[in-house]
């Protein structure tokens, strides 16, 4: 990385105004370089405004459209205000910013940087099938990105310039598709992925499920994501600013 | 009674409804043309159920009623794909314009800011400079590189 570098950190948010102050407030503190864009994907409390108190630039989607959707419009915002980094930071504090560096890092030699969790550093471990599940898909991803991917669900990931116009023209916005679908997208249209080994902390809100069933489910919708993925037609990449054919995951006019 | 008054009553109804629908400007101009084809075969076969017997043998059909259904049940089943095509396609669309709607609502939120501050700026230097600089935010529609520098 270099200094001149404009990063951008964007934290898709959804009524997530308790949590937000204490993690913009790290992100302040150990990464000061970067500006952070919160989106307000619709919340129904007073998410905007807490973010924009606490200094964050903020914009608010009048309806929520989940993950994907978010990210997408932090992308397009990234791509229109020029930035050369948007790294994606969940905004429930489950990310620690003071990783950055580490992505930043891996972006001089690959186009997208995820932070993986049980990649050997943090004790961030979860039990029963739903690590089956998760093992199962990450063999998978590993073979079509051909590097070692083994937190393919991860929500921390950094892209660089061409990609962030890559995904400000097309984001898948269902199920995983902020996750699986757009990395799988970004590949197959030629950028390169590398993981970095981060540490997670446990979510506060929420519990993840160690039930069979629901591991099975994961995995059925996951594998489905992953099929749709592979065979759904990939916009041309294109950097020179015009918009790719349009498609309904990704749909730009 | 007669199959043929139960059917001819229904085609008759099916029409008149599609055309008060259009009659009414409530249906688009792509979709009236297929609801008034389906309209004008549909009421004719109420009136003569038979007609279609002879067309049935042919291709392997029993009698023309089963046709008719295996005809219905297909159309019914591509007006739903349609329609799934058509409920995803405004999705996409909506989905783009509440993220227009959300960057817009940032640029005037920024611009706001920018705006009083020039008034506030204007306020310090005194009444002598306000002409000369009452046109300026009129030309302001691009402050993209103004608000780097002032945030810099």
Redo the contacts between chains.
């Keep these: 990385m270099n200094e001149q570098q404009k990063v951008l950190i964007i934290l898709p948010a959804w009524n997530e105004s308790e949590g937000l102050p204490s993690v913009l407030k790290e992100i302040q503190t150990k990464i000061p370089f970067a500006d952070a864009l919160v989106v307000d994907d619709g919340s129904s409390d007073d998410t905007a405004r807490v973010a924009a108190e606490a200094g964050a630039n903020v914009v608010r989607l009048p309806y929520n459209l989940g993950v994907g959707g978010a990210m997408r419009l932090g992308y397009r915002y990234a791509h229109e205000h020029d930035y050369d980094v948007a790294i994606q930071v969940d905004a429930d504090g489950q990310h620690d910013p003071g990783f950055v560096p580490d992505l930043l890092a891996a972006l001089d030699t690959v186009d997208l940087a995820i932070g993986a969790r049980f990649a050997g550093v943090g004790d961030y471990a979860v039990r029963g099938p739903r690590k089956l599940a998760m093992g199962l898909l990450s063999v998978v991803l590993s073979r079509i990105a051909r590097t070692k991917l083994t937190d393919t669900t991860s929500g921390f990931r950094a892209c660089n310039r061409q990609l962030i116009e890559f995904f400000a023209h097309w984001y898948p916005v269902e199920y995983l598709g902020d996750t699986v679908e757009s990395m799988v997208g970004a590949v197959r249209c030629g950028f390169t992925v590398r993981q970095v080994p981060v540490a997670m902390r446990e979510r506060t809100t929420g519990t993840p499920s160690a039930s069979p069933v629901k591991a099975m489910v994961y995995l059925g919708r996951a594998g489905f994501v992953l099929m749709l993925a592979m065979i759904r037609r990939m916009p041309e990449r294109d950097i020179s600013g015009r918009s790719p054919r349009t498609s309904i995951a990704g749909a730009t006019k | 009674m007669q199959l043929s008054v139960l059917t001819s009553i229904t085609g008759v109804v099916v029409l008149a409804c599609i055309l008060e629908l259009l009659r009414r400007q409530q249906l688009r101009e792509k979709y009236a043309a297929i609801w008034l084809a389906i309209g004008v075969v549909v009421a004719p076969l109420g009136f003569f159920p038979t007609v279609l017997n002879g067309v049935a043998h042919k291709i392997g059909v029993a009698n023309g009623a089963s046709l008719v259904l295996f005809a219905g049940f297909i159309l019914v089943l591509l007006v739903c794909l349609h329609l799934s095509w058509e409920a ?2 405004l999705e ?2 909506t ?2 314009l ?2 227009e ?3 817009v ?2 640029k005037v939120g920024e611009h706001t800011v920018l705006l009083e501050a020039l008034k506030a700026d204007r306020q310090r230097t005194g009444p002598r400079a306000e002409p000369a600089e009452r046109h300026e935010p009129v030309g302001r529609h691009e402050p ?1 590189k103004e608000e780097q520098e002032v945030q810099a």
């Design positions: 995803s396609r996409a669309e989905r783009i509440s993220e709607v959300a960057l609502r940032s993209a």
